[in-house]
């Protein structure tokens, strides 16, 4: 069968071992979503949820925190395991709670400890700039300069980062690094074994964020003994906007002072005891600060439980199918059209594609027109995020004959190519 036809992406779809996952979500009507990436689809298990946490209130009241089928005093250790397999953490060294920023000035504030010619924070160009601001203002805590003290290494092409160039960063003057597992736009995987060792060998602690990694790559942190880790949970995760992310932190530091206390931080044994000394929890649960959020806590519980059935292993395998397919298709239909390839061809990929093209901003908007939902980031970048859980093969099909259409007839033109204001 013609790979390019949309018999056979119908036939991929039919031989997808996932495909019946598709129908556990609300899907927008007559839209393609590609935007998985950036916020997830609400599923029916996390609607359920949502609605059974919100019920134990109305019901239970206070007694909600220890009755209920989800008390919410423990609701946070109780997701903190079900995302444990996700990055190959033990079930104690994973907590839900704050936001991807909040966890990272919470680990940063545990980590960094500057002391003697150590006193540098080792990041990237690339970053996601909420986490290079976090990073600045912390430097700024502990009275040094970011312009001098936040190294960022520099990208040769603008797109990916070199392992090497990392570790030839990984001075003696470097005391904490924070990088990305995935790159927020041109979705490079890194080395984190390889990072995380060389950075063990220099005697310096080394963190990443998991953002647009989890729920699309495998990960083993606690094998590759990587000291901590943080993400949201609303892009592949489904978690729902603004839902509660999650921590990880290396067994090895339990015992560790958490930066930022505050009580829901402590031993649940002695919480309620309300001593002004605290103790805190002997496991990642130390690293929560006040009290969760729980409503937004609970789609995550019935989002988390379609990846229990999936399997992070075959989400990744149909994951990299989906984008292969994608490239192929770009690459035999998109030519001559002005696009280049910004993400990496083989699998150090993650979950999206990025096509970078200099009417970008404008080609996004005509896709939304179309019915396609992607994404832009500036300056020329659409991405295409194909999420395994709920996206077809035919989907892609699609965008591609949309994208084709769009490009012809250059229906980019009745748009102004500026982004949006959340692009
Ligand atoms: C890589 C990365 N880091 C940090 C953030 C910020 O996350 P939050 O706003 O949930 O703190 C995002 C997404 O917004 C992200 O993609
Ligand atoms: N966190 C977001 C938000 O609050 C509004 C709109 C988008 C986002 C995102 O997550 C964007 C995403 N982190 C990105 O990779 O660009």
Redesign the pocket.
Known sequence: MEKTTVEYAQHLDEKDVLAHFREEFYLLEDKIYMDGNSLGLLSKRAEKVLLELLHSWKSLGIDGWTDGAHPWFYLSEFVGKKMAPLVGGQSNEVIATG???TNLHQLVATFYKPSGKRTKILADELN?P??IYALQSQLKLKGYNPEEHLVRVKSRDGRFLKEADIVDAMTEEVALIVL?AVL?RSGQVLDLSYLTQEAKKRGIPIGF?L??SIGTIEHRLHKQEVDFAFW?TYKYLNGGPGSV?GLFVHEKHFGTMPGLTGWFGSDKAVQFDMSHTMTPAQDASAFQIGTPHVLSLAPVVGALALFEEATIQRIRKKSLRLTEYFLMLIDVELKGYGFTIGNPMDETRGGHILLEHQEAARICKALKAEGVIPDFRAPNGVRLAPVALYNTFEDIWQTVQILKRILDEKRYERFENKRGVVA
Do not use: A, I
């Open positions: 936001s991807t920023t996601f909420s986490d990305p927020y964020d953002c647009h949201c992310g």
